[in-house]
């Protein structure tokens, strides 16, 4: 068994909400991260780290935030690597709380106010989760893409929903639910946890389809692309496995799913599908033109 230390804090009176950050080398971002929660406006809440044993300055920098604020942190230190899926499900199985979040160690929230919103529109549109708006920034902080979730903006149907679903199926995993129905539509991540890329597309469908979700314009979540990200580092022939494995398990959720007419389901597939093949072309040629930069690149140098 994995031996963990510094297990959640017993001090901690029980929230309504648990935030929780997986984090593994995230040094250079994670003072950021921890900073732009922990000043959120909204104060029922706790933070739960699990360091998943970084070789870096990571889980110093979150033990001086664990003892600055002792009453809010709780820090784990996994003795070994659990793997990227164990650690987000680890943080998922150690809440106690209503409501669930997952926070990425380079990812922040744009304003003080991110959590209080979030909270305010599950209870007062009665949703069972809700998930920000995305814009996208540099390592360094410098903006690359604002407002990504707008496709999702006005009282959709399910079906709009679902068309808007099959363009945008990663951030939402980043959205605020129930704990109770995080839970259950869990299994739909467990199926696809052997794979580092997609991973999260099935379990978005799902929640779409199973729960009812809204989109909060007001809020915005900080996604910063860098060096390290699995979308870049992932080399091209797991990259295809992965999203070939994904678009299976998905489309599967829309054969099975009975929450459509058959005309529907019809055109929701075509479309996937269709999004599908342009996604794996886009894949190819970024891949050629990367191998085609390295090879210029030895000949330059010789």
Known sequence: MNKIKNAPASNIKLKSLTVGVPVYNAEKYIRETLESIITQDYDDFQILISDNFSQDGTYEVCKEYKDRYPEKISLIRHNSNIGAFNNFKFLLESTN????MWNAADDFMGDRKFISTLINAITSRNLDY????????SAEGRPVRKNCMVMFAGDLSLYALARATLKINSYQIYGMFKTEVIRKNFIHLERTKHIISYGEASFVHASMMDATGGFVQTATRMYRIHDQNTSITASYFPKVRDFLVSIY???????????????????????????NIFHLIDITILSLYKTLKKITSGFANL
């Open 97 to 100: 709380t209503a409501f669930f």
């Open 130 to 137: 809700a998930f920000p708006d995305v814009s996208i920034i």
């Open 249 to 275: 398990y998905v489309n599967r959720i829309y054969l099975s799913s009975k929450k459509f007419s058959p005309i529907q389901k019809l055109f929701l597939i075509i479309e996937l599908n269709a999004k």
